[in-house]
């Protein structure tokens, strides 16, 4: 946006803008999930990012975050115990924060633990 770190930390400080990690900030009423997903190091994936777009999504709720292969997922001051990554080798199209609607559905066909077929390149922490 090219603000200076003055600027930042004054609109932090006012609540105008949120710190989600090290030089990455988010607008006030950016949701939660997304900003989650950042703080471990990822995006919005799988179910969460269905449930991002809007699709209608029967899971449990856990956070699910792709992650590039060669990242380390932060830890979160409550742990990562309600997160799965998705380890992906080659990135899903999408934006920064959340992977495409498109994505998102391929990738709930591997994770959906009620088809038989999760995936190898997933964890849970």
Do not use: K
């Not at 607008?27 to 999930?33: A, E, K, S, V, Y």
């Not at 309600?82 to 495409?100: C, E, F, I």
């Amino acid at each position: 946006m090219g603000l200076d770190d003055q600027m930042v930390r004054i609109l932090v400080a006012y609540g105008d803008l949120i710190r989600v990690r090290q030089a990455w900030y988010a607008l006030p009423g950016t949701q939660i999930d997304a900003m989650q997903a950042c703080r471990i190091g990822g995006r919005l994936a799988c179910a969460s990012a269905l449930r991002f777009h809007g699709e209608p999504i029967a899971d449990d709720g856990v956070l699910h975050v792709e992650m590039p292969a060669n990242a380390t997922a932060r830890e979160l001051e409550r742990g990562l115990g309600t997160v799965r990554l998705h380890w992906s080798r080659h990135p899903s199209a999408g934006n920064r924060a959340v992977v495409d609607v498109r994505a998102a559905r391929r990738q709930w066909e591997r994770c959906d633990p009620r088809s038989g077929a999760a995936s190898a390149h997933t964890d849970t922490l």
